[in-house]
């Protein structure tokens, strides 16, 4: 599989390839699959971190293609992780469809890096069903850092069964759905009008973003103008794009 300029641009870079080995697959909802793999060493290798992301290459007559995926529940000893994919069209769902254990697919691992904010007194976190594992790894680092902040979670949905999936909240935490309308403007308004500078904390909560990009850019300005949140207490992905 010839790689694009994308794949020359990453091994200049100092990005490391590894393959890996489909070992299962389960359907987590009817529009979402997971898919179990070895890592051929990727986790002992790479520094591990909350919201970890990998960059797989699909095979397109031939040429390479890459898409991006969080890690779920990885599993350094066993060597082991899974990840999830939303069943829409597309090369990378359509490998999922139809893969079968034994299968290999090769990974890159570069670019993805997080740090967990100290102090936070509050975590608030927009985004959807495809940043879903990457706020479960989030929220369960909590613990990891010793952390005891409770966070409020405004998720975006598109389909009847997107708020069954497991999101990893404590008690402490609460989470809002919000269905997908005009184009992702429901969400951002429903955000912004709820991050107010009286409701939040600008020096001690973090702000953690991953939905649609016009979505993302809109709630990121609001918290830089409006509330005066510093960058570094933001962490903002555009995901995907409408």
């Known amino acids: 599989?010839?790689?694009?300029?994308?794949?020359?641009?990453?091994?200049?870079?100092?990005?490391k390839d590894f393959m890996l080995e489909v070992i299962g697959r389960e359907?987590?909802?009817?529009d979402f699959l997971r898919v179990n793999v070895k890592d051929g060493g990727l986790l002992m290798d790479s520094e591990l971190h909350p919201t970890m992301w990998i960059r797989l290459w699909f095979d397109d007559g031939g040429k390479g293609h890459q898409r991006a995926y969080t890690l779920v529940d990885p599993d350094v000893r066993a060597g082991t992780f899974s990840m999830d994919f939303a069943m829409?069209?597309?090369i990378a769902a359509d490998w999922?469809?139809?893969?079968q254990p034994g299968a290999t697919i090769?990974?890159?691992?570069q670019g993805s890096a997080f740090n967990f904010p100290q102090p936070a007194r509050r975590l608030w976190i927009v985004g959807d069903p495809a940043?879903?594992?990457?706020?479960?790894?989030?929220l369960d680092a909590r613990?990891?850092?010793?952390?005891?902040?409770?966070?409020h979670l405004w998720l975006e949905f598109q389909h009847d069964a997107d708020p069954s999936l497991e999101v990893r909240t404590t008690p402490s935490d609460a989470v809002t759905w919000i269905p997908r309308k005009r184009d992702g403007a429901a969400l951002a308004e429903e955000v912004c009008s709820s991050l107010t500078a009286e409701a939040v904390s600008p020096?001690?909560?973090?702000?953690?973003?991953?939905?649609e990009a016009s979505s993302a850019r809109a709630i990121a300005k609001h918290l830089r103008k409006v509330v005066g949140v510093d960058r570094l207490r933001i962490d903002v992905l555009g995901y995907w794009k409408a």
Do not use: Q, Y
Not at 27 to 30: F, L, M, Q, Y
Not at 106 to 109: C, H, L, Q
């Open 106 to 109: 090769e990974a890159t691992v």
């Open 88 to 90: 829409h069209a597309g």
């Open 143 to 151: 613990s990891d850092v010793g952390s005891t902040a409770p966070a």
């Open 1 to 15: 599989m010839k790689r694009s300029w994308e794949g020359i641009v990453l091994k200049a870079m100092g990005a």
């Open 203 to 211: 020096e001690e909560d973090f702000f953690w973003v991953a939905c």
């Open 96 to 99: 999922a469809r139809t893969v």
């Open 131 to 138: 940043s879903i594992p990457a706020i479960n790894s989030l």
């Open 27 to 30: 359907e987590i909802s009817p």
